[in-house]
């Protein structure tokens, strides 16, 4: 039982921190996931590859996914019990990871508002928030 908080690569200080709130309000531990996806995953690796003639394996942009994450726990100023990198559909992994990790909770960044108001979305988040097997907390951009 546990809070997971999906992280991108910017406002995930919101996230962690509403991560951070939820998981202490119930007694549970944090854990911050970043996801990166397999086209960003395969730019990494022809990217590498061009400029050092090797390409990364999985188990290093994992690392940097994780790295993501890690940034967004230290601008938030809390701690997190788990920190982890995943490579895949963002919205497809953090699902998987909440459900391996028996989730309570799984906290996401929400976009923004349209001029009359209407709470948009990105196709992550509303994936999340479709099929999530847990209540998901959706944290929008300031």
Same mark, same amino acid.
């Given at each position: 039982?546990?809070?997971?908080? &999906?992280?991108?690569? #910017?406002?995930? $200080?919101? !996230?962690? +921190? @509403?991560?951070?709130?939820? %998981? ?34 999985? &188990?290093?942009?994992? #690392?940097?996914? $994780?790295? !993501?994450? +890690? @940034?967004?726990?230290?601008? %938030? ?66």
């Amino acid at each position: 039982m546990v809070v997971v908080a &999906a992280v991108d690569r #910017s406002g995930g $200080e919101r !996230i962690v +921190e @509403e991560g951070r709130k939820t %998981a202490d309000a119930h007694g549970l531990p944090l854990h911050v996931v970043h996801t990166i996806s397999e086209a960003d995953f395969r730019d990494l690796e022809r990217a590498s590859y061009d400029t050092s003639g090797k390409s990364l394996d999985m &188990a290093q942009i994992e #690392s940097l996914a $994780e790295t !993501i994450a +890690e @940034e967004a726990v230290t601008e %938030a100023g809390v701690e997190a019990e788990e920190v982890v990198g995943l490579v895949g559909k963002p919205s497809q992994r953090v699902l998987e990871y909440a459900d391996d990790v028996d989730a309570d909770y799984v906290v996401v960044g929400g976009r923004k508002r349209s001029s009359v108001g209407k709470v948009l979305f990105g196709s992550v988040t509303q994936s999340i928030l479709l099929n999530a097997e847990c209540p998901v907390i959706t944290v929008m951009e300031e």
